[in-house]
């Protein structure tokens, strides 16, 4: 499956950005979706999954816990991530991947569950 991020972008702190992953050359339902994240000089971090199918399952880091949120749109074969009252330790180029729906449910937050992952988009927070 081939996945592309976009809707990165520049923000003052308290503002808002939501970012798109659309997906394409396999069955979208099939997979969990995730987005990680990598900070300047930062290991690349988890910060939301969401279950394949309906998605009625997700999960979050809990830096972003209540102000992201991860949902999915299969008609579109597309997931998104609606990030609220952005601060200035969410800079960071932002990746999504797709991966194993069972493995979601055991390990949600782990590198090695997806299997797949897109280019990156670039989310910058100004203070």
């Known amino acids: 499956v081939q996945l592309q991020a976009f809707g990165g972008g520049l923000v003052q702190a308290g503002g808002s950005l939501r970012l798109s992953c659309a997906a394409s050359?396999?069955?979208?339902?099939?997979?969990?979706m995730a987005w990680f994240r990598q900070g300047p000089g930062k290991e690349r971090e988890f910060v939301a999954a969401?279950?394949?199918?309906?998605?009625?399952?997700?999960y979050y880091a809990d830096s972003v816990k209540g102000r992201f949120t991860i949902s999915r749109d299969n008609a579109k074969n597309t997931v998104y991530l609606q990030m609220n009252s952005l601060k200035p330790e969410d800079t960071a180029v932002y990746f999504c991947?797709?991966?194993?729906?069972?493995?979601?449910?055991?390990?949600?937050?782990?590198?090695?569950?997806?299997?797949?992952w897109g280019q990156g988009t670039q989310v910058t927070v100004s203070s």
């Open positions: 969401i279950s394949g199918w309906r998605g009625d399952s997700t």
């Open positions: 991947a797709a991966g194993s729906s069972s493995r979601y449910f055991s390990f949600p937050d782990r590198r090695a569950t997806y299997d797949y």
């Open positions: 050359g396999r069955t979208f339902t099939n997979y969990a």
